[in-house]
């Protein structure tokens, strides 16, 4: 079975140390001015913040935000993989939230866009009342419906018919024994607003080994359903997504489909359990629903992925993703990371990367070459969200209160609402 090693909570081999200076030294000699060069104090303590718009040699755009620790409330317990999505029937939104460890998934709800959050609601429990359900991918379908499932798709499913109050999980029946997905499923719905047809993009290991110059230890596939998930198509081998495992989907403003790869990563970084903390981001588009794709654009090769896209009303897509190799270290040797943002006006065409927005960054809090624990103070997963009145909602994983000393990788869910800077120079093109 694949495990993406990164999200379990092991003693990493000494390996890491390695990789992370490379990734340092790498990602410093092809640094934007606007990149943290120095020390920060971490944003997640205060609830006022500023999203910074990169601009090249100038000065980086202040634009005043909000940030919250939703899992603070959690007594300080691990609490990662967030999954966002809002439900305008009710003017609610739901997180679905990876609590503990091992990893039990809970719900919160809030009423008021993100502002305030209800109690933690566990998926699932067993006769003594101890959580006992795992889900990913949270996925709204509307009218009070959603899905979710195990990383192993092939495993089951978990659905929800009541605005996830209460969750039943059921059997499935499936060709492979591995079928991993961790990205919401795209739902496509006609013009009256009922669903058409569910799109979902999975990955297994292809057999070769990590670390290859092939890059190519994982294979991404495709398949869609259209009665709301009780039968399947026959998956598609996507050439273009050799070397491809995670898959974010969404549909552009002039039909295309869009996906944000998560690629495996180079074979400088191919080594040991936490590899995978350097994969990459590229795009693939499709221009008929699916059946062929476009070569992968490249956006960033390493430490930069986990993504999440939204389509605003203007046809602007909104791509946010997480840093967790590439910014300098601090002069005085720990390393940084962040959650950025980057916009395309042309429906996945190019990416404004010049001045994509960085929603928040923090210093790790263990040295660089203080040993393998180096990389727990970095983020995991982004989920964005649209709100009616137009502000943006990310919600991402931070390990930024793991100390110097740090026996247990411990996480936190924070929350940032945001918008875009008034004046862009990423406009929507036809």
């Given at each position: 079975?694949?495990?993406?090693?990164?999200?379990?909570?092991?003693?990493?081999?000494?390996?890491?140390?390695?990789?992370?200076?490379?990734?340092?030294?790498?990602?410093?000699?092809?640094?934007s001015?606007?990149?943290?060069?120095?020390?920060?104090?971490?944003?997640?303590?205060?609830?006022?913040?500023?999203?910074?718009?990169?601009?090249?040699?100038?000065?980086?755009?202040?634009?005043?935000?909000?940030?919250?620790?939703?899992?603070?409330?959690?007594?300080?317990?691990?609490?990662?993989m967030?999954?966002?999505?809002?439900?305008?029937?009710?003017?609610?939104?739901?997180?679905?939230?990876?609590?503990?460890?091992?990893?039990?998934?809970?719900?919160?709800?809030?009423?008021?866009?993100?502002?305030?959050?209800?109690?933690?609601?566990?998926?699932?429990?067993?006769?003594?009342?101890r959580?006992?359900?795992?889900?990913?991918?949270?996925?709204?379908?509307?009218?009070?419906?959603?899905?979710?499932?195990?990383?192993?798709?092939?495993?089951?499913?978990?659905?929800?018919?009541?605005?996830?109050?209460?969750?039943?999980?059921?059997?499935?029946?499936?060709?492979?024994?591995?079928?991993?997905?961790?990205?919401?499923?795209?739902?496509?719905?006609?013009?009256?607003?009922?669903?058409?047809?569910?799109?979902?993009?999975?990955?297994?290991?292809?057999?070769?080994?990590?670390g290859?110059?092939?890059?190519?230890?994982?294979?991404?596939y495709?398949?869609?359903r259209?009665?709301?998930?009780?039968?399947?198509?026959?998956?598609?081998k996507?050439?273009?997504?050799?070397?491809?495992?995670?898959?974010?989907?969404?549909?552009?403003?002039?039909?295309?489909?869009?996906?944000?790869?998560?690629?495996?990563?180079?074979?400088?970084?191919?080594?040991?359990?936490?590899?995978?903390?350097?994969?990459?981001?590229?795009?693939?588009?499709?221009?008929?629903?699916?059946?062929?794709?476009?070569?992968?654009q490249?956006?960033?090769?390493?430490?930069?992925?986990?993504?999440?896209?939204?389509?605003?009303?203007?046809?602007?897509?909104?791509?946010?993703?997480?840093?967790?190799?590439?910014?300098?270290?601090t002069?005085?040797?720990?390393?940084?990371?962040?959650?950025?943002?980057?916009?395309?006006?042309?429906?996945?065409?190019?990416?404004?990367?010049?001045?994509?927005?960085?929603?928040?960054?923090?210093?790790?809090?263990?040295?660089?070459?203080?040993?393998?624990?180096?990389?727990?103070?970095?983020?995991?997963?982004?989920?964005t969200?649209?709100?009616?009145?137009?502000?943006?909602?990310?919600?991402?994983?931070?390990?930024?209160?793991?100390?110097?000393?740090?026996?247990?990788?411990?996480?936190?869910?924070?929350l940032?609402?945001?918008?875009?800077?008034?004046?862009?120079?990423?406009?929507?093109?036809?």
């Amino acid at each position: 079975m694949m495990k993406r090693r990164s999200r379990k909570f092991m003693n990493p081999p000494f390996v890491l140390i390695v990789l992370m200076l490379l990734a340092i030294e790498r990602g410093s000699a092809n640094v934007s001015a606007d990149e943290p060069k120095t020390p920060r104090s971490h944003p997640f303590g205060q609830r006022e913040h500023v999203v910074r718009q990169l601009s090249g040699e100038q000065n980086p755009v202040a634009i005043p935000a909000e940030l919250q620790v939703v899992s603070e409330p959690w007594q300080r317990e691990n609490a990662q993989m967030p999954y966002l999505v809002y439900m305008p029937e009710k003017d609610r939104l739901l997180m679905l939230v990876e609590c503990r460890q091992p990893i039990q998934t809970a719900f919160i709800t809030s009423d008021d866009h993100g502002k305030t959050w209800s109690e933690r609601k566990w998926m699932s429990t067993d006769s003594d009342g101890r959580p006992n359900g795992v889900a990913l991918g949270l996925t709204y379908l509307g009218q009070g419906k959603l899905l979710a499932f195990p990383e192993n798709v092939a495993t089951g499913q978990w659905s929800s018919q009541d605005y996830g109050e209460t969750w039943k999980k059921a059997d499935v029946r499936d060709t492979v024994t591995e079928r991993y997905v961790w990205d919401p499923l795209l739902v496509i719905k006609d013009r009256e607003g009922r669903v058409t047809q569910l799109v979902e993009g999975s990955y297994r290991p292809t057999g070769k080994a990590r670390g290859l110059p092939s890059r190519d230890f994982s294979q991404a596939y495709l398949r869609s359903r259209v009665d709301e998930g009780r039968s399947w198509s026959t998956e598609v081998k996507v050439p273009q997504w050799l070397g491809v495992n995670e898959i974010s989907l969404i549909v552009a403003g002039n039909g295309d489909w869009v996906a944000a790869c998560r690629l495996d990563e180079p074979p400088e970084f191919g080594k040991g359990d936490y590899a995978d903390l350097y994969s990459g981001l590229g795009v693939s588009i499709s221009k008929d629903q699916g059946k062929t794709w476009s070569e992968r654009q490249v956006l960033h090769d390493f430490g930069r992925h986990h993504s999440s896209m939204i389509l605003l009303p203007d046809g602007r897509i909104v791509m946010t993703y997480a840093v967790r190799a590439g910014y300098p270290k601090t002069e005085d040797g720990f390393p940084q990371f962040g959650i950025e943002a980057v916009v395309s006006g042309d429906h996945g065409q190019s990416w404004d990367l010049d001045h994509r927005y960085i929603l928040a960054d923090w210093q790790g809090n263990i040295r660089v070459d203080s040993g393998p624990t180096n990389g727990w103070c970095s983020p995991q997963s982004t989920s964005t969200v649209l709100l009616p009145d137009g502000a943006i909602l990310t919600a991402f994983g931070t390990g930024h209160r793991n100390p110097k000393d740090a026996k247990v990788w411990l996480m936190d869910v924070a929350l940032v609402r945001w918008r875009l800077a008034p004046a862009t120079t990423t406009q929507p093109r036809d």
